[in-house]
């Protein structure tokens, strides 16, 4: 063995023992360095569940918290989506009416044309696919910015809409039936919630030893074996705790499960695959991607359909929480609730950072402050003002963290 592979392990060891006090100081230096992570949205989910407990107790029953989380998941939904064009450091500003449409379609295939609701499902989700395809392609072709083609993409949808719901104006959806019985009551068995709860901890333990023999083999620095145990058990802790509280009344939500779920698979996607890899060097940096052999016009269109396609399926489960399809679905707050809440949870406007847990976080602050007010009987305008407020925070906190890191790395 070299003398540079000898001290390049027994640097990996030093560093290795370091432990939980070398994991705090590497945490304070990327604070420093303008990398906040998720800390700003979990500090602004205390605040709000702080205020808002304090002003109407009934805030933090589990009943109300139930609530709230099937209201999330359709939101939810279209917000991962969003997460995926702003990436690029792109945006669509039609998911809303996306989701109007694709619950129009479910209505009429499937009530008025007595088509199976999966089929009806999957047309839906063909047509939001379909739309995201037209919009990659203007970009691409005719290098349409994303913001005029989408809002274009808007008026033309809401149009649609209105085309297939007809002169009622409003189709309602059979009480009785599973998309409906899932968006409104059906939450999870005690048990099998307990057993999903430890899942996080388990995989975030099982990839982090997977990591740990990577880079060792690499002879690279390797993470604290107790910084992984304290990450792992303390995740299940804090889920163990809210799946506990959440049972002491109706119980975790199936919908809002299947919404973590989805969030997974594509934070999976997003850091683990060559694709979702591709997705972050487009959006940091175009033209340098381009050149490092990326097809960046093949990037943008998966994108965009994935988008529309999310935005679809967020229609769809908005329509089974409501149990019918109307003129009134995906307008109003929509668009703002789900760029919002993407934003909100940590993806940057300007393209190259953020992750898949951004829509989950974000909409989980999105709903609270809804559901804060409601309960507290305030206006709607209240509401919008508050929410464009906290939405302005995060893209100044974005901002500014933005020039830190930049400031960081010329020093």
């Known amino acids: 063995m070299s003398d540079i592979q000898k001290f390049d392990r027994a640097d990996t060891r030093v560093r290795a023992d370091e432990g939980l006090g070398g994991a705090v100081r590497g945490f304070v230096d990327r604070m420093r360095s303008g990398d906040l992570g998720v ?7 205390i605040l709000i569940a ?7 107790p009934v805030f933090m029953r ?31 500003l039609s998911i809303g009416s996306m989701s109007g449409v694709a619950s129009a379609i479910l209505g009429v295939l499937w009530v008025n044309a007595g088509v199976p609701w999966p089929l009806a499902l999957l047309a839906a989700l ?12 203007l970009l691409n072709r005719f290098g349409m910015p994303s913001f005029v083609s989408t809002l274009a993409g808007l008026l ?30 059906m939450v999870m068995p005690g048990w099998l919630s307990y057993l999903l709860a430890v899942i996080p901890g388990a995989a975030i333990f099982a990839f982090g ?14 993470p604290s074996m107790s910084v992984l145990i304290v990450k792992a058990a303390g995740l299940n802790a804090i889920i163990l705790l809210a799946v506990w509280y959440l049972n002491q009344g109706r119980g975790v939500p199936a919908m809002f499960v299947f919404f973590v779920v989805i969030v997974t ?8 695959t060559q694709f979702g890899r591709s997705i972050l060097a487009v959006g940091g940096n175009r033209e340098a991607a381009r050149r490092a052999g990326i097809n960046v016009k093949h990037i943008r269109i998966y994108c965009f359909m994935m988008c529309s396609a999310f935005a679809a399926f967020g229609g769809v489960l908005a329509a089974s929480r409501l149990a019918s399809a109307s003129r009134q679905a995906g307008t109003g707050d929509v668009n703002l609730n789900a760029i919002a809440a ?24 999105i709903q609270a402050i809804s559901n804060g007010l409601t309960l507290l009987n305030l206006s709607s305008s209240l509401r919008y003002m508050i929410l464009g407020a906290v939405l302005a925070i995060a893209v100044i906190v974005d901002s500014l963290a933005r020039q830190s890191r930049a400031s960081h790395g010329r020093a």
């Open 265 to 272: 698979g594509m934070e999976y996607v997003l850091t683990r």
């Open 156 to 185: 033309a949808l809401l149009g649609l809409q209105l085309y297939l719901l007809g002169n009622s104006g409003s189709i309602n959806l059979p009480f009785q039936s599973f998309p409906i019985r899932f968006g409104q009551t």
């Open 342 to 365: 993407a934003v909100i949870g940590g993806t940057s406007l300007f393209g190259g950072r953020g992750s898949a847990w951004s829509a989950l976080l974000g909409v989980l602050v």
């Open 39 to 45: 800390l700003p949205v979990l500090l602004g989910l």
């Open 50 to 56: 702080i205020v808002f407990s304090s002003l109407n």
């Open 209 to 222: 030893l997977q990591t740990r023999t990577l880079r060792a083999q690499a002879n690279l620095s390797v």
């Open 126 to 137: 063909a047509a939001g696919a379909v739309t995201g395809f037209v919009y990659a392609s």
């Open 62 to 92: 589990p009943a109300n918290l139930t609530n709230l989380l099937f209201d999330a998941a359709a939101v939810g939904l279209i917000s991962l989506g969003v997460v995926f064009v702003l990436l690029l450091g792109e945006i669509d």
